[in-house]
């Protein structure tokens, strides 16, 4: 079994060493409580509650704690494929709900058709399911958007994970860029962020833009099932991203089991655990 999570980037919003600290402690925490739960619990299930507990936790740009767009309004986005089945399920820009990943589980899990929901139409789905009312605003969060703060959309969580079966699967949400246009779409609920077949899954954090333009995720996938070695998957997506002056950092897992992280600018916040060894960004 393996599983990797990422927070974004350490240096996004506060470069004290307390933040830093404070997000160590936090995903050596979550990755604990998400290896334990996959001992139970399939690659999907692990994904959905690995980066359920990130967006609870007002330090990251997702769920709780996300950014505010230009409009003064929060919408998230989040997206889980399961590696096993190749489907995908996503919600853009929805508003008011705690857990958006949660929103993209009921979706595959339902087998609906339309796996996929943006907007008030999200909401709407959600609101059916019983997903309560909730503003995920911080006064952290609107402190930075009255002060004009931006951070430049460096923000998401993402989960890959291996279970006991060797099923592949990724979650990845966020918050966004931060005064963004209403409307703007982000990566983490495209192939482009969030991707994963049988033989490997890859979450990005970064620049929306980028990441979309470079295909970042679905690139790496598609190399290592081509015969490409994660490592080198990475790498050579990396190149090309830096071709676009690019800005993004990803985690992923293949069947094998091997695991890689690239980031194009110092420092992911990530951390990969296999039972044993805990590896954490410092
Ligand atoms: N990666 C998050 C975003 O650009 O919205």
Redesign the pocket.
Known sequence: MKLLIHGGFFSESDQSSETKLAKQSALRTIITKAYAYLESHSAVQTCTYAVSLLEDDPLFNAGIGSQIQHDGVIRM?AALMDGTTQKMSGVINIEEVKNPIQVAQKLMEQGVEDRILSGPGAKLYAEKLGFENFSTETPQRRAEFEENKRNE?K??VGCVALDQEGRLAVATS?G??GFEIPGRV???ATVA?NFSNEWCAVS??????D?VSNGTACKIVTRVTDGQSLKSAFEKTFDELKTINGFAGAIGVDAKGNTFHLDSHPSMVYAAYDGETLDLFN
């Open positions: 986005s959309g923000g998401t966020t966004g860029k982000s990566d983490s962020g990005c954090t970064g620049v929306g833009e990441i």
